[in-house]
Structure formats: structure tokens, C-alpha cells
T-cell receptor, first 112, second 114 residues
Framework: QKEVEQDPGPLSVPEGAIVSLNCTYS??????FMWYRQYSRKGPELLMY????GNKEDGRFTAQVDKSSKYISLFIRDSQPSDSATYLC????????????FGEGTQLTVNP | DAGVTQSPTHLIKTRGQQVTLRCSPI?????VSWYQQVLGQGPQFIFQ???????GRGNFPDRFSARQFPNYSSELNVNALLLGDSALYLC?????????????FGSGTQLSVL
């Protein structure tokens, strides 16, 4: 069983829709939770990060972490065609340095 | 400021050959990490180097090795290439070696093994 599970999609939504992306994990030692966005033929770009449980909002993006359920989410409001990309969740333990464990990514397409 | 730079961008090798990939971190960043991303999968951690010392190693065979130079640039070496080594190899840099790692990734080196 993978430490981090993420539905690969693909997910296709109309412009302006609210998008919900999710990951589940099994390692209770994970403390840092991140979302990366990856465009085709590019490296991942850090979007959001949170420490332990709670919510964090940044513009149209909201990240949620529920450690009791081992479940994290990323919400995108008023989605735009430029949001079309692969979204990767990533997690790490307190002392694991840059050893991030990634989900396999969800491919999102926002249609004009 | 320049981002994380990787070279070459593309590489084609045959089975059994050896390859060296290069990475220059963002100026001021002392930590460099290497990831392998197979098509359709998320990146997998290979190595972290901080201040020229290995700080972590993922579940990869000894055919994979790396080093970091005094200017904090890094090389990833892969010996005895296998078809399964075909992947996008990503380098990431960060300013610290511990705690929350806000990794900044390069665009990667696409390695094809024939």
C-alpha cells in the first residue's frame, strides 16, 4: 500500500467551477503538508504548505489538513483555464529534511 | 535571480551506460535534493545534500550516487543504466536542511534509456 494515495483523475471542469483535490495518507508521523502544481514538461511549483492540522487560504486556493482522518484537501475557487495542470500533494516528517512523499498527482483541465 | 538550473534538458542513453546529471541551486541555497519522476507518477526522493554532506537517501540501488560541490552545485550519477531508469530527474534546492522544506524545483532532465 502506498503511503500517500491520490486520485489521478483526469478531472475536467468548466471555467469558474470550484475544484476539490484530495489525498489520504497512512503515515501518522507526517507533519508538513504541501500542494505542488506541475505544468507539462516543467518541474513542480509549490502552491501551498501547512504544518499539522488546520486550514490555510491564499487567494483562490484553500488547503485543509485533517490529521485525525489522515486526509488533506486543496480547493480552487473560480477556476481558470490557466489552472489546468497536474496537482501533486506532498508530505514530510518533522525530521526528514527534504524527503517529501508525493502522491501520484491529479490531472486537472479547466475548460473555457 | 535565476531559478534552479539543470543540464542537460534531454539525454538518450543505452542500457549499461553511465550518465551524469548536473544541478545549480538558487543562489544562497545550501541544500540540494534529487527526485525521480516516472511518467504518470509523483516524484520519488533519491538524495538530499546539505553543506556538501549527504543528509538522506531514498530507496534506490547503489547504482545511484551523488555529490555536492563547495559552490553547492550537485551532480547525480547513475551507473549501469536500465530501461526502468527512464524518467524525468528533478533537482530541488532549499535554504535549510531541516524543518519545513519549501523546495524549489528545476525543470528537470528527461532521461531516455534505450
Amino acid at each position: 500500500q502506498k503511503e500517500v494515495e491520490q486520485d489521478p483523475g483526469p478531472l475536467s471542469v468548466p471555467e469558474g467551477a470550484i475544484v476539490s483535490l484530495n489525498c489520504t495518507y497512512s503515515n501518522s508521523a507526517f507533519q508538513y503538508f504541501m500542494w505542488y502544481r506541475q505544468y507539462s514538461r516543467k518541474g513542480p511549483e509549490l502552491l501551498m504548505y501547512t504544518y499539522s492540522s488546520g486550514n490555510k487560504e491564499d487567494g483562490r486556493f484553500t488547503a485543509q489538513v485533517d490529521k485525525s482522518s489522515k486526509y488533506i484537501s486543496l480547493f480552487i475557487r473560480d477556476s481558470q483555464p490557466s489552472d489546468s495542470a497536474t496537482y501533486l500533494c506532498a508530505m514530510s516528517e518533522e525530521t526528514s529534511g527534504s524527503r517529501l512523499t508525493f502522491g501520484e498527482g491529479t490531472q486537472l483541465t479547466v475548460n473555457p | 535571480d535565476a531559478g534552479v538550473t539543470q543540464s542537460p534538458t534531454h539525454l538518450i542513453k543505452t542500457r549499461g551506460q553511465q550518465v551524469t546529471l548536473r544541478c545549480s541551486p538558487i543562489s544562497g541555497h545550501k541544500s540540494v535534493s534529487w527526485y525521480q519522476q516516472v511518467l504518470g507518477q509523483g516524484p520519488q526522493f533519491i538524495f538530499q545534500y546539505y553543506e556538501k554532506e549527504e543528509r538522506g537517501r531514498g530507496n534506490f540501488p547503489d547504482r545511484f550516487s551523488a555529490r555536492q560541490f563547495p559552490n553547492y552545485s550537485s551532480e547525480l550519477n547513475v551507473n549501469a543504466l536500465l530501461l526502468g531508469d527512464s524518467a524525468l530527474y528533478l533537482c530541488a534546492s532549499s535554504s535549510s536542511g531541516t524543518g519545513l522544506q519549501k523546495l524549489l524545483f528545476g525543470s528537470g532532465t528527461q532521461l531516455s534509456v534505450l
